[in-house]
């Protein structure tokens, strides 16, 4: 079955202790992006990556850090993190076609809910 | 730079009558539409997608939308709801690199 998995689905902790969450799809795809999701914000793109080793800021990317050193994962990281760091997070991969993603569709994971105390 | 703008937060609406989703971009150059559902606790999915052609596209569970490019709209619409709608809706706006999204629409069926 064709899936973005995302891990953890929720976790909550604390300020300052560093935390990874992991992006994984089945499809190939080469494009690959992170969405956080606030009430009355809809989503924002925090970071994305057009292919393995190719990864750019979106509006959002204070706080965060990504790596693309396998076409298939895709990990959020958060150094430090901090509670307005509090929010839903999806992560999100599509096709590219000659350079962008234009057209495709994306396929989100089902979100991880994390709450930064 | 590119914005979307989904005008209503709420949309209560009572089951079997039609409901429009409204969604205005803004852009300079010609762009693809999408509208996106999010049920309860689950990720997005694609509704439907405007990328050229017929300015009416038709997506899953009877919704359409209708691309006005005159009044830079992409209106979700569907003439008869049910209580399986309820959820939030998204209209997005991608151009080559980036997909933006608009605030979201709660459309919420009651009995």
């Known amino acids: 079955e064709a899936q973005v998995t995302q891990n953890p689905r929720y976790l909550i902790t604390v300020t300052g202790k560093k935390l990874t969450v992991t992006c994984s799809q089945n499809?190939?795809?080469?494009?690959m992006s992170w969405y956080r999701q606030d009430p009355g914000l809809g989503l924002r793109q925090i970071y994305y990556?057009?292919?393995?080793?190719?990864?750019d800021k979106g509006d959002v990317p204070e706080g965060y850090k990504v790596s693309r050193k396998e076409k298939r994962n895709f990990p959020l990281i958060l150094e430090s993190p901090s509670p307005n760091q509090t929010s839903l997070y999806f992560c999100?991969?599509?096709?590219?076609?000659?350079?962008?993603?234009?057209?495709?569709?994306?396929?989100f994971g089902d979100g991880t809910r994390l709450s930064i105390l | 730079a590119q914005s979307v703008t989904q005008l209503d937060s709420q949309v209560p609406v009572f089951e079997e009558a039609p409901v429009e989703l409204r969604c205005n971009y803004s852009s300079s150059v010609s762009v693809y539409l999408f509208w996106y559902v999010q049920y309860p606790n689950q990720g997005l999915q694609l509704l439907l997608k405007y990328l050229s052609g017929s300015t009416l596209v038709k997506g899953i569970n009877g919704f359409e939308a209708e691309f006005n490019k005159s009044q830079t709209s992409f209106h979700l619409r569907k003439p008869s709801v049910h209580i399986s709608d309820t959820a939030e809706y998204f209209c997005?706006?991608?151009?080559?690199?980036?997909?933006?999204f608009g605030s979201g629409t709660r459309l919420q069926v009651q009995p």
């Open positions: 990556s057009m292919n393995v080793e190719v990864t």
């Open positions: 999100a991969s599509s096709l590219s076609r000659t350079g962008g993603i234009s057209n495709q569709p994306q396929h």
């Open positions: 499809m190939n795809h080469e494009y």
């Open positions: 997005a706006v991608t151009r080559r690199r980036a997909l933006t």
